[in-house]
């Protein structure tokens, strides 16, 4: 066994040890484990649903189908980030849609991805499996399900980002997009510790650039973090997606690459509270350039553009200050289901607290009419308009 493998094998029991760490997580522990199995049977005290009808669109959630499940549990994955991996199944989901109103799920591939897997070619392999399954039984698949998914393709990279593996990532985000009909592509944080924004990613940005793709960005695990005995979900998630929309300004990413649309996860981690802070060097290019950073714009503008979801964010803290920096028209509703089962145990408004930053008409916004706009084959699919 390598240095390598024995530092990772360590993290891996280290995060596995996680949950065991206080009792407070413990019970959380079987609270998300008890969840899916609630989710079927609405306690008869379950808020009544929402008034509204069904017509949220849930940007942010995610699917395990069983053969990726096995495929996890043969290469020892039973948690992700501090939580054990829930039940999912096409039917589970369409039960919470119909439980707490909303009409379709834009799913993707949460953390590990395909990183788990230790050679290109099986890397490739299960990113395939999982776009096609997502395209034929899910996004276009059968008749009870039409209109109630959308998806985002997974890519195959590894933990290690190779020149070779970016140019099968390009490749295959345009079969997703453009052969399977998929939604947009999502991407992680950072793969094995290279951010997005490093340089080895330019030829799958270029492609994403030409296909004018919704870009999701997920966090993952960082490679090394401090140990503090909690679930890294909590808040490593945050500062990993921060990190990444950090770098890609730094790197230029966002100026090069105009046409790309990125949704970053979970409200933009902590950027929306440190945005000026972290566009202090763009407004000192002398400075800028004795780091190398090649921006020498202010930043503004660029985290303006941005597009951030509300997954584990509802509350005001978190949606004052992204509309304060995008605006309300760049906030999408999310849910991070079924890793969120917890949550929700029955039925009805999945999300009161939006109703602290929003009122009705910007709700109905964030919940529907800014998905539509930036997913026009989506509400083609289920006939609808921005209403």
Known sequence: MTGTETEDDAQGLRRRGLLKAALPLAVTTAAL???????TSPSPTA????????????VHCHLIPDFYRQSLAAHGITEIAGVPVPAWSPALAVDLMDRYGIETQVVSV???????????????????RLNTYMSRELVHGSAYRKGRFGGFAVLPLGRKVTAKDVRAAAAEARRAVRELGLDGVGLFSSYGGTYLG????????RTLDELRAMVFIHPVTPAAYPDLGLPPFLYEFTFDTTRALVNMLYKGVY???????????HAGGTLPYISYRTSLLTLTPAIAQ???SSSAAESSPHFRGLFYDTALSPA???MKSVQELAGTEHILFATDWPFTSVLFPGAGDPAPQLDDTFDSRERLAVERGNALAQ????AARIGAGTR
């Open 110 to 128: 949460s953390e590990p991805g395909v990183t788990y897997l230790d050679s290109p070619a099986e890397q490739l392999a299960m990113a395939q």
């Open 290 to 292: 004795q780091v190398g």
């Open 255 to 265: 100026t090069r690459h105009a046409r790309i649309r990125w949704l970053a996860a």
């Open 198 to 205: 490093d340089p080895v990613f330019e030829p799958l940005l």
């Open 316 to 318: 005001p803290q978190a």
């Open 375 to 378: 997913f026009p084959a989506l």
């Open 33 to 39: 484990e008890a969840a899916p199995a609630r989710a």
């Open 47 to 58: 808020k009544a649903s929402s008034p509204r009808g069904r017509d949220r669109i849930d």
